[in-house]
């Protein structure tokens, strides 16, 4: 007999800053970059990649045993507007509140930062993602910046 995995809570999360270049954080991008490559059929993102460099603040979600479950950064973008980078939940820990929790994480470390409102890129394709961030109270906005004329990118935004 086998036992159910053990999913996470929102009370056993520990999200922590971590560097961007750390190992974990590299397999979850690499993860999350596999996702993405399979729902467009190639790297359909557009600008300046985030380096660790240009990410402000780094954070990854673990569970009690700290096994990584999700991460995310913010770069700061034009008038110290931040920009949510590589926000990404394993597909195994969705519908748990790692995102959600993720996200608040980042709305503080952005309200930290001194932001003004918080942007962000999702894709055409990444229906669960849009559906999230509307019900998290973003509003769609007219693609910024590299995302601009772009038909895959979809933008919004949410001032804090």
């Known amino acids: 007999m086998t036992t159910p995995e053990h999913t996470p809570t929102t009370d056993d999360l520990d999200i922590e800053v971590e560097h961007f270049d750390s190992p974990d954080a590299q397999r979850l ?4 970059r596999l ?12 600008g300046e990649k985030p380096t660790a460099e240009s990410i402000a603040v780094f954070f990854v979600a ?3 045993s700290g096994t990584p479950l999700g991460c995310g950064g913010l770069r700061v973008v034009q008038d110290g507007i931040t920009e949510i980078k590589r ?10 509140g ?3 929790a993720l996200l608040r994480r980042l709305e503080e470390a952005a309200f930290d930062l001194g932001s003004p409102a918080l942007v962000l890129e999702t ?5 669960r993602s849009i559906g999230f961030y509307e019900r998290e109270g973003f509003t769609r906005i007219a693609n910024f910046g590299p995302y601009a004329g772009v038909p895959t990118s979809v933008c919004y935004s949410k001032v804090l």
């Open 98 to 100: 790692v995102s959600t």
């Open 62 to 64: 673990r569970d009690a």
């Open 29 to 32: 991008r690499a993860a999350q």
């Open 123 to 127: 894709g055409t394709e990444q229906k």
């Open 35 to 46: 996702e993405i490559d399979r729902a467009y059929g190639q790297d359909t993102e557009p």
């Open 87 to 96: 926000m990404y939940v394993r597909p195994e820990s969705r519908g748990a």
